[in-house]
């Protein structure tokens, strides 16, 4: 069992940044994928901002030059820097983690979700 606890989430004014973080309870070079997800109401769940075991980034066109994805391995935790932040942004965003033992086969586990609002 993974647990990720995600923290950073709050109120910001349009144009401002503002920094998530997704702490892991086990080593973080131990997993594959990890990655930052947002579901906005009456969406769907999107992808954010990925990051591969190897340091490798994946960045939907559209998040491209706002949102930064980031890994520190010595606390086991990634983060989500995000500037230039627009109303649409608003949602609630969710850490994710996926990985493959050869006992389990592929797993992945999400965090309990942070709230992200743009608004002035």
């Known amino acids: 069992q993974v647990q990720l606890v995600e923290s950073g989430g709050g109120l910001v004014q349009p144009g401002g940044s503002l920094r998530l973080s997704c702490a892991t309870s086990?080593?973080?070079?131990?997993?594959?994928?990890m990655g930052w997800y947002r579901q906005a109401p009456g969406k769907e769940r999107e992808l954010v901002a990925r990051?591969?075991?190897?340091?490798?980034?994946v960045y939907p066109d559209s998040l491209k030059g706002r949102f930064t994805i980031s890994r520190d391995n010595a606390q086991n935790t990634v983060y989500l820097q995000m500037s230039s932040l627009k109303p649409e942004d608003t949602a609630v965003y969710y850490c994710?983690?996926?990985?493959?033992?050869?006992?389990?086969?592929?797993?992945?586990?999400w965090g309990q979700g942070t709230q992200v609002t743009v608004s002035s």
């Open positions: 994710h983690a996926k990985f493959f033992r050869t006992t389990t086969g592929w797993r992945e586990y």
């Open positions: 086990t080593n973080i070079l131990s997993i594959d994928f």
């Open positions: 990051i591969t075991r190897g340091g490798a980034t």
